[in-house]
């Protein structure tokens, strides 16, 4: 079905679609949009409407059959008033500057609402991760490290996973850099694993705090967990984790979806017995009885829709059929911001990215805490501190959303905008 819609090609005098909303125009639009709700010094406004730095390197590499490949790598860093930089790096092969700008700044913001002492970056090469071979990415990744060797450190930039990364590629970068400098030193990335510094829980972080902050969501508005139907759009490590989460917790969760399109059962999904795209790549309408495409996944009549796969998948074309009374983005910037418009007007409700999926970054904190003090701690300690984090982030933008007659991303919005610009106003601009 999906991809008969996808293949057709438009008639003469059908109106071409509208180019997708960037990151960075939805970054930028966002920070204006809270602006207007405070009362802000319009010097500091412009300035985080700009990164502090763009770094663009080339990275060579020497493939498995002796020829050289040339990428093009990026780290945009884009304000470190509340502490060092702090955010992703991805291998996909839409990686462009200006992405990075505006998916460092959603870190930026997101950093800010979790109250942590961090600001926000974000990096990638231009690369599809499934051309290179295992050792063909691990001398891309050693020398994207010392490419980026002088602009990054547990004390002024942390790269962290991302699409097409995972905790290998952060182990093989710490290695480079420490390498490089002469000693171990594991705080330079989070998202390693525990073995040479990473963190217990921090994989599962982001899917658990999407369910965390559901949960708070139904408690919210009277919505008993119980009587909770959810539909999952997307089952890698934030799909998987958020929908076995609530499923364990009582909810309904009726749906769940990969690229090759989605399950759903009405009576709901015994989620543990179907396994996740890091588990089994691609594999969940392979234990479908019933196959729907992912977008009528996006439409369906359930409580809570979660999107955590791609940006952009609610549109201005699809936003009235939303049929959701919730949606608490799992991906990073899921929903447009004309969607995001028409979802308010109609009165559902959209839980944001920078509070929803932050439990990544959070546990990323924990875990370079336990890096500079070389002490571990245990997962049942990381999934309580981070139950209480996400619980303090959420206590603070429900407050900003009560006192004003604003959309709870306005609200996660104004938490972050306030702190950044607290921030700045200590500091001052030097010279």
Known sequence: MGSELSSASPSEDSPTPPEPESALETARLQLHRAADHLDIDPNIVERLNHPRNVHEVTVPIERDDGTVDVFTGYRAQHDSVRGPYKGGLRYHPDVTRDECVGLGIWMTWKCAVMDLPFGGAKGGIAVNPKTLSRDEKERLTRR????LRKVIGPNLDIPAPDMGTDPQTMAWLMDAYSMQEGETIPGVVTGKPP??????????????SVAIITQLVCEYYDQPLSETTVAVQGYGSVGANA???????GATVVAISDVNGAMYDPAGIDTASVPSHDEEPEAVTEYADTVISNDELLTLDVDVLIPAALGNVITEANADDIAADFV?????GPTTSTADSILADRDVMVIPDILANAGGVTVS???WLQDINRRSW?????NDELDEEMRAAWDAVRTEFENRDITWRDAAYIVALSRIAEAHEARGLWP
């Open 195 to 208: 073995i040479v510094g990473g963190s217990e829980g921090r994989e599962d972080a982001p899917g658990r």
């Open 378 to 382: 245990s997962l049942e300690r990381v």
């Open 243 to 249: 929908a076995r989460l609530l499923d364990e917790r």
């Open 328 to 332: 608490v983005e799992g991906a990073n």
């Open 365 to 367: 904190y924990f875990e």
């Open 144 to 147: 994207f490290a010392q490419e």
